[in-house]
């Protein structure tokens, strides 16, 4: 089988553009990337190095981004977590799912997990926003909103994750200028009812630079990558 599968998803007059990384174990991964430049390529060193311990996984590339192309201002955080569906309809992937989410990502992995069985989310440098924010198309309105301070206090991400039963990993920077610690604390504590709940500080790292530091150290990296596989895989090998 081919080990890197390239597809497209037809989405509200636009194609997402999205890729498989088979899994010899499991294809049950769906990945979201973040906001700004971020691409679906941009991970690839982590679905990577899960891709060769038999996870598979599946990510796009949202309107705004990479080869997907468009305008931002034609999405919004609520588009993506639609744009996210479309991709697990088009592409049959079973559940229960494991969802990766980075940055505005990590918004988008929570919110699904209120609509689909879900029994792992690995939420790496996560973002949250308040829901007033979640409809309006990104742009100055949108920037308006999520700049106010502690925008984010009010984020209905705390009372859906008090639902949330499955594994929870988040991984947060340690010299991370965008995300503020207390989001990655409070999404820990919040999970009450979560079957594990991590919370994972990498040393060193930054917003846009945790796993490529980690590759820096390949023992660190690995030890990184299996602490995820945990998450990933629960109690079942």
Same mark, same amino acid.
């Given at each position: 089988?081919?080990?890197?599968?390239?597809?497209?998803?037809?989405?509200?007059?636009?194609?997402?553009?999205?890729?498989?990384?088979?899994?010899?174990?499991?294809?049950?991964?769906?990945?979201?990337?973040? =906001?700004?430049?971020?691409?679906?390529?941009?991970?690839?060193?982590?679905?990577?190095?899960?891709?060769?311990?038999?996870?598979?996984?599946?990510?796009?590339?949202?309107?705004?981004?990479?080869?997907?192309?468009?305008?931002?201002?034609?999405?919004?955080?609520?588009?993506?977590?639609?744009?996210?569906?479309?991709?697990?309809?088009?592409?049959?992937?079973?559940?229960?799912?494991?969802?990766?989410?980075?940055?505005?990502?990590?918004?988008?992995?929570?919110?699904?997990?209120?609509?689909?069985?879900?029994? =792992?989310?690995?939420?790496?440098?996560?973002?949250?926003?308040?829901?007033?924010?979640?409809?309006?198309?990104?742009?100055?309105?949108?920037?308006?909103?999520?700049?106010?301070?502690?925008? !984010?206090?009010?984020?209905?991400? !705390?009372?859906?994750?008090?639902?949330?039963?499955?594994?929870?990993?988040?991984?947060?920077?340690?010299?991370? =200028?965008?995300?503020?610690?207390?989001?990655?604390?409070?999404?820990?504590?919040?999970?009450?009812?979560?079957?594990?709940?991590?919370?994972?500080?990498?040393?060193?790292?930054?917003?846009?630079?945790? !796993?490529?530091?980690?590759?820096?150290?390949?023992?660190?990296?690995?030890?990184?990558?299996?602490?995820?596989?945990?998450?990933?895989?629960?109690?079942?090998?």
């Amino acid at each position: 089988m081919t080990s890197l599968l390239d597809f497209d998803v037809p989405f509200d007059g636009h194609v997402l553009k999205a890729d498989h990384f088979v899994g010899r174990d499991s294809n049950r991964i769906l990945y979201l990337h973040g =906001a700004g430049a971020s691409t679906r390529h941009g991970h690839r060193l982590l679905r990577g190095a899960l891709q060769q311990r038999g996870q598979g996984s599946v990510c796009f590339d949202a309107i705004g981004h990479g080869e997907t192309g468009g305008a931002l201002a034609q999405s919004s955080v609520a588009s993506r977590t639609r744009q996210a569906q479309a991709v697990l309809a088009a592409h049959g992937m079973a559940e229960p799912l494991v969802v990766f989410g980075a940055s505005m990502g990590a918004y988008n992995a929570i919110r699904l997990s209120a609509q689909h069985r879900v029994d =792992a989310l690995v939420l790496i440098v996560p973002g949250v926003y308040t829901p007033s924010a979640y409809e309006v198309p990104f742009g100055p309105d949108f920037s308006a909103i999520i700049r106010r301070e502690r925008s !984010w206090a009010d984020s209905d991400a !705390w009372e859906i994750l008090s639902r949330f039963e499955g594994r929870l990993l988040v991984i947060h920077a340690e010299h991370d =200028a965008t995300i503020p610690l207390e989001i990655s604390e409070r999404l820990v504590a919040a999970a009450t009812r979560a079957a594990a709940r991590q919370l994972h500080i990498v040393r060193g790292a930054e917003h846009n630079r945790l !796993w490529s530091l980690l590759a820096e150290t390949p023992a660190h990296f690995d030890a990184a990558v299996e602490m995820v596989m945990r998450t990933v895989v629960g109690g079942r090998q």
